[in-house]
């Protein structure tokens, strides 16, 4: 068995309709055991490649994971990088932001985080929750203590776009390369997983009554 990338790589420079992509990948769906051996092979490449960066020191590499509530992300983190040496991996995780970073620009708590260069970053939500959650939620916008005129500004978003491209064009100048995922999930299926967090023991840990709240702006995500 064999798995495609393109299959999943999303093209640049035009929209695109999450409803035109599936939320399952069926090659894995007819085939679980085959994709955990070729995970485990792939985890052994991975390592390989990882040695060869820290070793080289003068390349870098960021993975960002989106998605909505119980997509996977932490489970996809755990797994896809288990074999990767811990001294040259740094994972972050971006909560509500603090006070501190709350007196910043939206990119500055990110940016601190960056990899050095031989090492792997892995950011668990990132800059991108600036123009979604933010969007879905005005009333975040006014407490992050931007000027009355740029906050009002009928061009916020389209600005902070700008931001986050040239953001990117900047770390690829500079050796850093940038890979984004996006853990696609139905809303059928957000709804059964919030439900095992519940119904299963070792899952209750996983819930929490703002991921429900959050679940009635789907439409809006």
């Known amino acids: 068995m064999s798995i495609d990338p393109s299959h999943y790589r999303v093209p640049g420079g035009k929209p695109i309709d999450l409803d035109d992509w599936d939320t399952r990948a069926d090659v894995i769906e007819a085939d679980g055991d085959g994709y955990k051996k070729q995970l485990r092979s792939r985890t052994d490449e991975l390592h390989s490649m990882q040695e060869s960066l820290y070793a080289d020191n003068r390349h870098a590499l960021l993975l960002i994971f989106q998605a909505m509530d119980a997509a996977g992300k932490d489970g996809a983190i755990e797994h896809v990088m288990s074999g990767v040496n811990p001294q040259g991996c740094q994972v972050y995780s971006f909560k509500r932001p603090s006070e501190e970073e709350l007196d910043h620009d939206f990119l500055w708590r990110t940016t601190r985080a960056l990899p050095e260069r031989g090492r792997i970053g892995i950011f ?3 800059y991108y929750e600036e123009v979604l959650v933010v969007r879905v939620h005005p009333g975040i916008l006014q407490g992050q ?3 009355v005129d740029l906050a009002a500004a009928d061009d916020i978003w389209d600005g902070r776009f700008t931001s986050i491209r040239d953001f990117e064009a900047h770390l690829a100048r500079n050796g850093t390369t940038v890979v984004k995922f996006f853990l696609h999930l139905s809303k059928e299926e957000q709804r059964k ?4 967090r519940i119904d299963e023991p ?3 840990w996983k ?3 703002a991921d429900v709240e959050e679940r009635a702006h789907w439409d809006a995500y």
């Open 124 to 126: 668990n939500r990132s």
């Open 145 to 147: 203590r931007l000027p």
């Open 193 to 196: 997983r919030f439900l095992a």
């Open 202 to 204: 070792e899952k209750n």
């Open 207 to 209: 819930f929490a009554l």
